[in-house]
């Protein structure tokens, strides 16, 4: 089994960059997910829900996948952090709940209490101040990179030689910083299949 999972990115200050045309969105890697039938996790920010419940509602409804938690504002949960501005420690809690709360008014169904820290980054603090929500903290063992790659068959490859049994792949969903991913999805399926792995969902993964 391999999961193959997709952050949903989009932070609170990029609305106006939306409105200019930027798309933090991807339809085309969908279509492609359904088209090729991989279950997959996408990992959703609450504000990516607000600016595309559309999709996140058929996303959310679609049986294929599931819709885990990625925070709000994709603002980092520790620091430093790629840069991110941080969470403070007292609204973590609030910040996950409200992008749960984001998701599911856009009437997806397929919801469930997974959490991805915002770039991977996280420390004991964070880890107990959202220990009330009651999520399960995910990470990952395989790093695409395909955060603003421009070669999909490096994004491809890297993917290929990493996935061993029961391995978690981190890639995006986000047209605007990962242009790449639906191109190197066309190879990294039919590759991995041929290997003989069986794709799931990240709830399959965890019941074993």
């Known amino acids: 089994m391999v999961a193959l999972t997709f952050d949903a990115d989009m932070t609170a200050d990029q609305g106006r960059r939306a409105a200019g045309g930027e798309h933090f969105d991807n339809p085309g890697l969908i279509a492609s997910l359904r088209r090729l039938k991989v279950p997959s996790t996408v990992f959703m920010t609450g504000r990516w829900a607000q600016e595309y419940p559309d999709q996140a509602r058929s996303i959310g409804n679609d049986p294929l996948f599931e819709i885990a938690n990625h925070s709000f504002s994709h603002h980092a949960f520790s620091s430093p952090c790629y840069g991110l501005p941080t969470v403070a420690a007292e609204d973590m809690r609030a910040d996950v709940e409200r992008a749960f709360t984001a998701i599911r008014r856009t009437g997806a169904r397929h919801v469930v209490p997974y959490f991805r820290f915002p770039g991977g980054c996280y420390d004991d603090a964070s880890l107990k101040a ?77 019941r074993g």
Do not use: N
């Open 130 to 206: 959202l220990a009330p929500t009651g999520v399960t903290a995910v990470q990952w063992d395989v790093v695409s990179g395909d955060a603003f790659a421009t070669d999909a068959d490096a994004v491809a490859e890297q993917v290929l030689e990493g996935v061993r049994p029961g391995s978690l792949v981190v890639m995006h969903c986000t047209r605007s910083a990962a242009p790449v991913t639906d191109d190197a999805l066309r190879r990294i399926v039919p590759g991995l299949r041929e290997r003989g792995y069986r794709f799931v969902k990240v709830s399959e993964l965890m």
